[in-house]
């Protein structure tokens, strides 16, 4: 079963204005990463969040976990159309190692 | 560099053929591996992981056998493959040393017809 699921499923957005990505999962986790898929292509990890951790940035994304309610965001600013992808959340837990468990992903596409 | 080789891109295959999808990886040695299957539209399904030559985890019962004979080289098989076995298939590396993160290949479409 998947661990995590992102909500929207789909965002449609304007160049320039911002992309909010929520992603929530079941159980207690170590990490939660964000990764990007273009269409046809494999993933590229963005960003790693610890579960000690609040908030992290990356250039124009930025990235907030709040363990008490099992959810994450992933906010992308001033987006551009080559943000247009596929962004996933994926989990691993204690009793999980370092294998991932990915979301349902959130198809965004960026009008120019 | 970790590079992953994945091939073919794309695969057309008829119900009850074999299959075989080849993943190499470049890098540091020892990597742990897995493929992952994605339906069109969805994420990402664990189907075997591995931490070493000859070591192969299944995470879900199917239709599908993994191999690493090498330690970069992890091979995904089927003897008999089946409609449902469709979707893209991905080879994935942990960088290792601790680090949780993932490269992928560029993956395969499969398609059974």
């Known amino acids: 079963s998947q661990q995590g699921e992102e909500d929207p499923q789909a965002l449609s957005i304007q160049e320039g204005e911002n992309a909010t990505m929520n992603c929530s999962y079941k159980t207690s986790i170590n990490n939660l990463q964000w990764y990007r898929q273009n269409s046809g292509r494999g993933l590229v990890h963005l960003i790693l969040i610890r579960s000690n951790e609040r908030e992290k940035h990356s250039g124009r994304l930025r990235v907030t976990l709040d363990t008490s309610k099992k959810s994450s965001s992933l906010l992308i600013t001033a987006s551009r159309a080559a943000d247009t992808a596929s962004y996933f959340c994926?989990?691993?837990?204690?009793?999980?190692?370092?294998?991932?468990?990915f979301g349902t992903g959130t198809r965004l596409a960026v009008r120019p | 560099s970790q590079t992953i080789h994945q091939w073919p891109a794309t695969l057309v295959q008829p119900v009850g053929s074999p299959l075989s999808l080849e993943c190499t990886v470049e890098g540091t040695s020892n990597p742990n591996l897995y493929w992952y299957r994605q339906a069109a539209g969805r994420g990402l399904q664990l189907l075997f992981y591995s931490v070493g030559i000859g070591q192969i985890s299944s995470e879900v019962p199917q239709n599908l056998s993994a191999s690493r004979p090498q330690d970069r080289q992890f091979i995904l098989s089927s003897k008999k493959l089946l409609l449902s076995d469709s979707g893209f298939y991905l080879c994935?590396?942990?960088?290792?040393?601790?680090?949780?993160?993932?490269?992928f290949g560029s993956g395969t479409q499969l398609s059974v017809l």
């Open positions: 994935a590396r942990g960088q290792g040393a601790g680090d949780e993160k993932l490269f």
């Open positions: 994926a989990t691993d837990t204690k009793s999980s190692g370092d294998k991932l468990t």
